[in-house]
């Protein structure tokens, strides 16, 4: 069994789901060769706790669920902990990064994975931001200390996106691609559609945990833009941020436009896409060489991103030669968020 | 470059579209460190050629579809080259299988595969003859003999189903798929849907190449048959053969339950699929760990296999953790298929 010492820098729904997880696949990780133990936790407002020969992570987890403090003050910071992770011969070390989202510059989580290479550490995230605002930075980085970085729960509630392009479309091209990524905006249509005031819908959303608590982030396209310029990052090697994505965003009027739309047979969506414009090595600006937007947009009704409701998503790849694969995830939620960093872990510690 | 020779049996569309896309996908191939050389072509009419040297498989496919005969006489079969083909140091080898599907024994790719092992020869194949009656034997001959045996393109036209859940799904759980899988039978009921008659657009397929020569396969469900029985095999190791699954044939009575369900906002599709019904270890005869079975349902509009028509095809998996992922490909066709037994080449060659 290859032990795989974990510290989870991060520790909010994400977090402690995938702690629950791991406990729940335990088995199937032994029959992968696979030992994993947690080694560190840190939270946001909760304490922070290290103990190299393995801590009880589920434990952890209540106690932060119901409201106390794992570990003694002062609390070490997640650099400090970091920095101060030292190599063990017998286990490979992994840092489980699920801090929140920012969009302008994917900090903290930036500097927590560039610390994890400087400390030889590998990095599973489930956060966008890094990916969206510093993608190139950090794989040249990865490649540069030969360490490994996954993120595919970034995007798509764990949808496995990333791996099915690395390993399942070798020697592809990808000229583009266009999703619904964005579930409280497509809840919001929806709702709207069947004649619920924005405000309302909105409010309910955020009651179910649903919306970001900055509601900007979901209705004005920032979640999205964040997740076409990762993937336009992975693919296309874009290097754009999420404010180089156009966007478009949900309102009130919206509401409108969705019940037209379904008058007319159709369905309104927010389509997050982007697309190869010039190859890279025959354009002069990298502004020119992808088109990346986040728009509403009519759709007819057997599109496959018509028929998505509620929590699913769906993303379009366009390929040659493959053409159009689409990989939709009809049941999505924070679950499948967790054992996306599980199936990286696996991944990582596979390599 | 790590040279890789490779020695085509079946020489067919779906062969020789395999030629040209390897010549045209020769610089992606070489970015990933691989440089393949076809060495050999078995054909069922037009002959057979070796040269350990390398030969000209675009020309010879030029020939075939020509009508005319490559190599000279006498011809060598399939198994005879095969067995004479020897260990290169500086090379890898791999047969690539794609003769046509017998849906009762797997034959004669079966004894091909096992041939290639025996020889110490690497396997990628779009059959899916021997996945569906043979694959619990053939892996374990490939696990003796440490070989490897690839069939991307065997199933899904070419969509990465096999590789998305060994790679992307590691320490996952199926409980169970359901899919449209054959394109036959899709167009059918499409065409009959629109009032079409069975014969006329029967006919109609098969004039364009759709259908399969001998209507039974796709009518009768066995095509899908074989594809439900080849997953259930990989990932459930049910140990069943095309027989083994149920069957309900489309009809010329199936138009009027097509336009029945069309008129209700439903559609009538054929779903190929499979559950597991007891953990295996549980189960005390092999029959009743798995049901099976190609099926004509009404599905709702929304449905992610109700909204595909013409050659477009998806699978949707039911998996712990990650529900209800569908994987749908908008743009069948034989070039996907090749592709996938490129994909296959590099899997297999990286590995």
Chains 1, 2 share one sequence.
């Not at 520790?11 to 080694?39: M, N, T, W």
């Not at 309910?204 to 310029?229: F, N, Y």
């Not at 990346?292 to 599109?303: I, Q, S």
Request: net charge neutral; proline share 5%; charged share 25%.
């Amino acid at each position: 069994l290859q032990r795989v010492d974990l510290l989870l820098v991060g520790f909010g729904h994400v977090g402690r789901r995938f702690a629950s997880l791991l406990e729940e696949s335990r088995e199937p990780l032994a029959a992968l060769g696979i030992g994993p133990r947690v080694v560190g936790i840190v939270t946001r407002r909760h304490g922070a706790k290290f103990v190299s020969a393995g801590l009880d992570a589920a434990s952890a987890a209540r106690i932060v669920t119901d409201g106390g403090v794992i570990g003694s003050a002062p609390t070490p910071s997640a650099l400090e902990l970091i920095a101060r992770w030292r190599p063990d011969a017998a286990a490979a070390r992994v840092l489980v990064e699920t801090t929140p989202l920012d969009v302008r510059s994917g900090e903290p989580a930036v500097s927590h994975i560039r610390a994890a290479f400087a400390a030889g550490a590998d990095v599973v995230t489930a956060n966008k931001g890094p990916i969206a605002c510093a993608y190139r930075t950090l794989s040249d980085e990865a490649a540069r200390t030969g360490r490994q970085l996954r993120f595919e729960g970034a995007v798509m509630d764990g949808i496995p996106i990333f791996n099915l392009v690395r390993e399942a479309m070798p020697a592809a091209t990808i000229a583009g691609f266009r999703g619904v990524v964005n579930s409280t905006t497509n809840f919001l249509i929806d709702a709207m559609e069947r004649g619920e005031p924005f405000d309302d819908a909105l409010a309910r959303m955020q009651a179910a945990g649903v919306a970001e608590a900055d509601p900007a982030l979901d209705v004005d396209g920032w979640d999205a833009a964040a997740k076409v310029a990762a993937m336009a990052n992975v693919w296309f090697d874009a290097r754009i941020t999420p404010s180089d994505v156009v966007r478009e965003s949900v309102t009130a009027a919206t509401g409108e436009r969705a019940r037209a739309a379904r008058a007319a047979g159709r369905r309104l969506k927010v389509v997050a896409q982007a697309r190869r414009v010039v190859p890279r090595e025959r354009s002069e600006s990298r502004e020119s060489a992808v088109e990346a937007a986040v728009r509403l947009e009519e759709l007819p009704a057997d599109d496959p991103l018509a028929i998505l409701d509620g929590q699913a998503n769906a993303l379009e790849i366009d390929s040659w030669p493959l053409g159009r694969v689409v990989i939709t995830q009809r049941d999505g939620g924070l679950e499948k968020t967790a054992y996306a960093l599980l199936s990286d872990l696996v991944n990582v510690v596979s390599r």
